[in-house]
């Protein structure tokens, strides 16, 4: 079974540019998570979709946007990218079984995101 | 609001010898807790869990981490450490309303030496 892709896995953009990051969570996966992770700050959820809808929203400002298909897959958006977004994104997908109680969170490789 | 704490930036020992890594978290009624490792240049892998039950807790590798519900502690222990361990390791922490929604701790650095 193919894990969790993420695309692009690099990229590069300037300030004040807008960028959209893709996930393809595990097939038959339905929850899907994003994180950022920074050398100075960590790693901080950003928020988790589940069959289209945002169950919990992380501490980031409305700069940071993300949906989900149909099909599970996710995509995130930065608007007027600052310096301080260059990081790791990370997502992550689950099972999500309604009344299954928690199950693992797998990752992806993360994309590395520059902004200068 | 949940936070986790690992004291313990980064960690040299020895191949073969054994390795504590700690982990506090701050109190709730009902915590998930994770123990994650991260390689260069890969996302995060799953190292065990607790639910709930039995306080030792198991995972791959031959890690195995304790709750300590009155000490609000879950250490990650593993008994003879090799070369290939070297990684960053992250505890997590969840709880029951936003299972989903995991609070990491800053990470240690395991530098394993030959």
């Known amino acids: 079974k193919a894990g969790v892709t993420q695309t692009p896995r690099y990229l590069i953009k300037t300030r004040g540019q807008q960028v959209t990051l893709s996930c393809s969570p595990i097939s038959g996966h339905r929850s899907v998570s994003w994180y950022q992770q920074t050398p100075g700050q960590g790693l901080q959820f950003l928020f988790e979709?589940?069959?289209?809808?945002?169950?919990n929203k992380g501490n980031f400002p409305g700069r940071f946007s993300g949906r989900q298909f149909s099909n599970s897959r996710s995509e995130m958006n930065v608007s007027t990218l600052e310096l301080g977004d260059s990081a790791l994104y990370l997502c992550?997908?689950?099972?999500?079984?309604?009344?299954?109680?928690?199950?693992?969170?797998?990752f992806g490789p993360g994309t590395r995101l520059t902004v200068l | 609001a949940q936070s986790v704490t690992q004291l313990d930036s980064q960690v040299p020992v020895f191949e073969e010898a054994p390795v504590e890594l700690r982990c506090n978290y701050s109190s709730s009624v009902s915590v998930y807790l994770f123990w994650y490792v991260q390689y260069p240049n890969q996302g995060l892998q799953l190292l065990l869990k607790?639910?709930?039950?039995?306080?030792l807790v198991k995972g791959i590798n031959g890690f195995e981490a304790e709750f300590n519900k009155s000490q609000t502690s879950f250490h990650l222990r593993k008994p003879s450490v090799h070369i290939s361990d070297t990684a960053e390791y992250f505890c997590?922490?969840?709880?029951?309303?936003?299972?989903?929604?995991?609070?990491f701790g800053s990470g240690t650095r395991l530098l394993v030496r030959p």
């Open positions: 979709y589940f069959s289209e809808t945002q169950r």
């Open positions: 992550a997908s689950s099972l999500a079984v309604v009344g299954g109680g928690v199950d693992e969170q797998f």
């Open positions: 997590a922490v969840s709880d029951r309303d936003s299972s989903y929604k995991l609070i």
């Open positions: 607790y639910l709930s039950g039995s306080t």
